[in-house]
C-alpha cells in the first residue's frame, strides 16, 4: 500500500476542538441571563439599605387640617441622612392628627408640625378648674370617665352638660389633696356645651358628679315646690 507523501494524518484519530467551541449559543444566553440577575439583585439590594421613604405634601395643608392618606406622598431620600429620624415614614403616624403649622404642597411632613386631635366627633377640649372636694375628694375621677358637672345658681341646681368623656385629669400621685387652683378636669364637649360651662364657671359654683356606668338624669333641674301646679286650682 501506497501512503501519500507529506500525509499525516491516520484513520481513527479526529483532531481535538478548543471548549469554547464546543459551548451552544444557548448556553451563553444563559449564564448572560444568570449574570445579569445577579448583578440587578446586588444593585436592588444596595438601592434598599441606602435610601428610605419619607413623607411630603401632596398639596398645601393648612393649619387645623386633619390628615388625611390623600394627603400624603412618599419619595426616596438618602437613607445614612440624620434628618430621616426628624421625618415622617409610616403614614398611620400622622393620618388623623391635625397640622399645626402650615405645610406647603412637597414639604417634608415633620411630626413636630402635627398635634393630636382636643377629642373625637369633632369636639373641644374645655378645662374645668374645680375645689377637689367637689369632684370625687380629687381621686375618685379618671381620664376615660364620665362625668356630670351641676352649676349652683341662687341655691337652684341644673346639669349644665352630662355623660362628659374626661380626657384628663390633674394628677395629685402621692401628694394628696391638693388646692382647687391646682387641680382640674378636662372633658370632652361640642361647642354650645363649652360656653354653658363657661358661664357656670363665672358663677363659682360647681360640682362634678362621676356618671361612668349611671344612666342619664331624667331631670336636668329640680322643679321649686312652690312652681307646681295645682291641677285643681283655677278650674
Same mark, same amino acid.
Given at each position: 500500500?501506497?501512503?501519500?507523501?507529506?500525509?499525516?494524518?491516520?484513520?481513527?484519530?479526529?483532531?481535538?476542538?478548543?471548549?469554547?467551541?464546543?459551548?451552544?449559543?444557548?448556553?451563553?444566553?444563559? $449564564?448572560?441571563?444568570?449574570?445579569?440577575? !445577579?448583578?440587578?439583585?446586588?444593585?436592588?439590594?444596595?438601592?434598599?439599605? &441606602?435610601?428610605?421613604?419619607?413623607? $411630603?405634601?401632596?398639596? %398645601?395643608?393648612?393649619?387645623?387640617?386633619?390628615?388625611?392618606?390623600?394627603?400624603?406622598?412618599?419619595?426616596? *431620600?438618602?437613607?445614612?441622612?440624620?434628618?430621616?429620624? =426628624?421625618?415622617?415614614?409610616?403614614?398611620?403616624?400622622?393620618?388623623?392628627?391635625? $397640622?399645626?403649622?402650615? *405645610?406647603?404642597?412637597?414639604? +417634608?411632613?415633620?411630626?413636630?408640625?402635627?398635634? %393630636?386631635?382636643?377629642?373625637?366627633?369633632?369636639? =373641644?377640649? !374645655?378645662?374645668?378648674?374645680?375645689? +377637689? %372636694?367637689?369632684?370625687?375628694?380629687?381621686?375618685?375621677?379618671?381620664?376615660?370617665?364620665?362625668?356630670?358637672?351641676?352649676?349652683?345658681?341662687?341655691?337652684?341646681?341644673?346639669?349644665?352638660?352630662?355623660?362628659?368623656? *374626661?380626657?384628663?385629669?390633674?394628677?395629685?400621685?402621692?401628694?394628696?389633696?391638693?388646692?382647687?387652683?391646682?387641680? !382640674?378636669?378636662?372633658?370632652?364637649?361640642?361647642?354650645?356645651?363649652?360656653?354653658?360651662?363657661? &358661664?357656670?364657671?363665672?358663677?363659682?359654683?360647681?360640682?362634678?358628679?362621676?356618671?361612668?356606668?349611671?344612666?342619664? +338624669?331624667?331631670?336636668?333641674?329640680?322643679?321649686?315646690?312652690?312652681?307646681?301646679? %295645682?291641677? *285643681?286650682?283655677?278650674?
Amino acid at each position: 500500500m501506497t501512503v501519500a507523501a507529506g500525509s499525516t494524518r491516520q484513520e481513527g484519530v479526529s483532531a481535538k476542538r478548543p471548549m469554547w467551541s464546543r459551548v451552544s449559543a444557548g448556553q451563553v444566553v444563559m $449564564v448572560v441571563a444568570a449574570l445579569t440577575a !445577579f448583578v440587578l439583585n446586588i444593585n436592588i439590594l444596595r438601592s434598599q439599605d &441606602e435610601v428610605a421613604l419619607v413623607a $411630603v405634601a401632596a398639596g %398645601d395643608l393648612a393649619v387645623g387640617h386633619i390628615v388625611t392618606e390623600s394627603d400624603l406622598s412618599f419619595v426616596e *431620600v438618602d437613607a445614612s441622612s440624620a434628618l430621616v429620624d =426628624r421625618l415622617v415614614t409610616d403614614s398611620s403616624a400622622v393620618v388623623g392628627r391635625v $397640622v399645626g403649622v402650615e *405645610v406647603v404642597a412637597g414639604d +417634608p411632613v415633620s411630626p413636630g408640625a402635627l398635634r %393630636d386631635v382636643a377629642a373625637t366627633d369633632d369636639q =373641644r377640649a !374645655f378645662t374645668i378648674p374645680v375645689d +377637689p %372636694d367637689h369632684a370625687g375628694g380629687g381621686r375618685l375621677i379618671s381620664a376615660r370617665d364620665l362625668v356630670d358637672v351641676i352649676a349652683v345658681d341662687d341655691g337652684a341646681a341644673r346639669y349644665v352638660v352630662t355623660g362628659a368623656t *374626661v380626657l384628663d385629669v390633674a394628677d395629685v400621685g402621692d401628694r394628696g389633696l391638693v388646692a382647687s387652683t391646682d387641680y !382640674f378636669l378636662v372633658v370632652a364637649v361640642d361647642a354650645d356645651t363649652a360656653l354653658a360651662l363657661a &358661664e357656670a364657671l363665672a358663677a363659682d359654683s360647681i360640682e362634678i358628679v362621676r356618671s361612668t356606668g349611671a344612666p342619664p +338624669p331624667k331631670n336636668l333641674t329640680l322643679t321649686p315646690p312652690e312652681a307646681e301646679a %295645682d291641677p *285643681v286650682a283655677g278650674g
